[in-house]
């Protein structure tokens, strides 16, 4: 082939080529752009044309058009085949010799579906499309030459081991395709591949499937089958070699794939010799549809002898493997019934036991048994909250009562009919647990609003009774918060407004209103709230209980007396980490009684329990009793 006519058919595939995905016409493009002008101009002519006739021919036989492809130019060889082929009286001639105008000619295959030819046979009919055809490439272009091929003598060329013609349609631009030009071009790339790195061991390559069954569509998956010859293995086992070439082999699939931008997938089957034998003696049908039906791409002359073989009645199934094809019959009807009783038994019953155990565990619950699931979720959700109506209650009761039945032996088998309740009402009660989540997810944001709600309303009275309010009621609140603590500027505006929104949720609340928005607001903004008034109560209560302090100096030591109602506890170094603490009752006259040990702890817990503010006063006796406790050198401190 010239270099110029390569360079030609390489670009004419580049533009009659459906793309693969939508990724690649930009690079189609791309590639056509850095073509010279002229190169562009006439690749542009013959794509019209070729659309052209494509239009033509498939509005004439739409039906059995299996594909359209631009071939590149063909050897003397294999134009004289094909020429051959579309007529017959010309087997003996000679080679003809290629004529100067022949460069201009466009080949273009038109590959024909004869499977379901009836009224004629496949010699007229091919003759007859053949004619028609070639007068549609005349009328839009005397220079485009179709060559008519009929998918029966295709498939005849490779019985005939004649596999030049799967070459040249693997070589070819697709205009038009049903499927099967793909196929064969992804196959012949796929077979030649395998051949070349493992010719030795290639007994078939086989086309199978829908394809070769005339039912072939643009998405079909792509069936070959090829056999191995294991029988002079000597370095491995059988099962290592067909292990070692499988992956091989499926691999350099994927290569070609990608070779050749086919994306249907490469279905790839591996037979040893020894297995495909056994397969066949077993009477396998699903070899003998593979004989039956298979083409050969490569053989070796063993494919084809069984095929005839098959087709003349002389493979016939034995006694023994019709008796294990009845056996296996059987058998897998037990499988079956024994994967509905799992199916009931197990999966059925999981998928609905462990989305209620769920439920249960989302409301709060720890997760019960099994058998106490069914009663628990109509105690909670049936009669407690009204979330659940009892006849889901009754679909899982139903369920657990089958399992508990099959596996204890009360129940043998269950029927189709059976599982299909089972399956339809587990699938109605998977998807009212699903909406009762919802329901629960609810619930506890209302709850946890209402947590937040009290917090605060409590802490709040609490801040308040240190500003001298004693009681505050729900109403009175944000009044008194914005009075007492707002106005004087011991807390931002901005709680406030935390606070009314609070209070609203509150409102909606009781009158079953409340909104997802409004409970997302509050715990965004609750958080702040109550720490601030947190703080604020520990530096009031802080400075109210300084107050409450008479902070001496004996010697280089500080101590403290704190007066806590009836109580005082003294601390006599306040800078020692390991503090010794006593208490002395204070009597009427305001003098201390007799010193106990005490700790930091009782201490705490001591001011924990003062209200304040709390008024306290200082009597003569306690200034003798100082002196008593801490020497008589002691120094009252003021302001310390």
């Known amino acids: 082939m010239a ?8 670009q004419s595939k580049e533009i009659n080529e459906e793309p693969q995905a939508a990724a690649e016409q930009p690079k189609e493009a791309e590639a056509i752009s850095k073509l010279p002008k002229d190169v562009q101009e006439k690749l542009k002519t013959i794509k019209t044309k070729l659309d052209k006739f494509q239009k033509r ?7 059995y058009i299996v594909g359209i492809a631009l071939m590149p130019p063909p050897k003397p060889e294999e134009l004289q085949q094909l020429q051959q082929m579309q007529q017959p009286s010309l087997q003996d001639q000679p080679l003809a010799e290629p004529k100067p105008e022949d460069k201009d000619k466009i080949h273009v295959l038109v590959l024909v579906d004869d499977s379901d030819s009836r009224t004629m046979s496949k010699l007229e009919l091919k003759d007859k499309l053949t004619a028609i055809i070639s007068s549609i490439g005349n009328e839009i272009d005397p220079n485009i030459t179709p060559q008519t091929l009929i998918l029966s003598e295709l498939w005849q060329n490779c019985f005939d ?12 631009a697709p205009i038009h395709d049903t499927g099967m030009l793909q196929a064969i071009k992804i196959a012949e790339v796929h077979k030649t591949m395998v051949l070349k790195k493992f010719e030795k061991y290639i007994v078939s390559y086989v086309l199978a499937g829908s394809l ?24 491995m086992t059988r099962a290592e070699l067909k292990d070692k070439l499988r992956a091989i082999i499926i691999g350099m699939g994927i290569e070609a794939g990608e070779l050749t931008g086919i994306k249907n997938k490469l279905n790839i089957q591996v037979y040893i010799l020894t297995d495909f034998w056994d397969s066949l003696r077993e009477a396998n049908p699903v070899i003998f549809t593979l004989l039956r039906d298979g083409v050969p791409f490569f053989d070796r002359g063993i494919f084809m002898p069984w095929k005839q073989l098959l087709k003349m009645g002389k493979i016939k199934p034995s006694a023994e493997a019709i008796d294990i094809f009845m056996g296996s019959g059987e058998q897998v009807i037990r499988r079956v019934q024994l994967k509905l009783n799992e199916i009931g038994m197990e999966d059925i019953y999981y998928a609905l036991l462990t989305p209620s155990q769920a439920a249960l565990m989302l409301y709060g619950v720890a997760p019960p048994s099994p058998k106490e699931t069914s009663s628990l979720m109509r105690e ?13 209650i009754r679909i899982l009761e139903r369920v657990v009562e089958t399992r508990k039945a099959i596996e204890h032996g009360e129940k043998k088998e269950l029927s189709g009919k059976e599982i299909d309740e089972l399956l339809s009402d587990g699938d109605k009660y998977l998807k009212r647990v699903k909406r009762l989540f919802t329901q629960i997810e609810k619930i506890r944001e209302e709850q946890e609003m209402l947590n937040i709600y009290d917090t605060i309303t409590t802490v709040i009275r609490d801040v308040l009774r240190l500003e001298g309010v004693e009681k505050a009621k729900d109403n009175e609140m944000l009044h008194l918060v914005e009075d007492k603590l707002v106005s004087e500027g011991k807390m931002p505006s901005k709680f406030l407004r935390t606070m009314q929104d609070l209070m609203k949720a509150k409102k909606d609340y009781d009158d079953k209103k409340l909104s997802k928005v409004e409970i997302e607001k509050i715990h965004q903004e609750a958080g702040a709230l109550i720490k601030f008034l947190v703080e604020h109560m520990q530096r009031k209560r802080g400075r109210e209980l300084d107050r409450l302090k008479i902070r001496v100096k004996h010697g280089s030591k500080f101590g403290e007396v704190i007066l806590l ?19 002395a009752i204070i009597s009427p006259d305001g003098s201390l009684g007799t010193l ?22 200082i009597k003569e006796p306690i200034f003798e009793d100082l002196k008593r406790i801490f020497g008589k050198d002691v120094e009252i401190l003021m302001n310390y």
């Not at 021919?57 to 039906?63: A, C, P, Q, R």
């Not at 081991?161 to 070819?172: D, P, V």
């Not at 909670?380 to 889901?392: A, G, Q, S, T, Y």
Request: charged content about 40%.
């Open 380 to 392: 909670i959700f049936v009669n407690k909250e009204k979330l659940l109506e009892d006849k889901f």
């Open 57 to 63: 021919v498939l509005e004439k036989f739409d039906k």
């Open 565 to 583: 109602g009836s109580e005082a506890y003294i601390i006599n170094d306040i800078d020692n980490e390991e503090k010794e603490i006593s208490k």
């Open 596 to 617: 106990e040990k005490s700790s930091l702890e009782e201490l705490e817990k001591s001011i924990a329990k003062i209200e304040t503010p709390q008024k306290t006063s």
């Open 3 to 10: 270099k110029k006519d390569k360079n030609q058919y390489r």
């Open 161 to 172: 081991a004649k596999y030049e013609l799967l070459q040249l349609i693997a070589l070819s």
């Open 212 to 235: 070769v069954q005339g039912k072939a569509t643009p998405t079909s998956d792509i069936d070959v089958w090829i056999v191995i010859d294991d029988t002079d293995v000597k370095k």
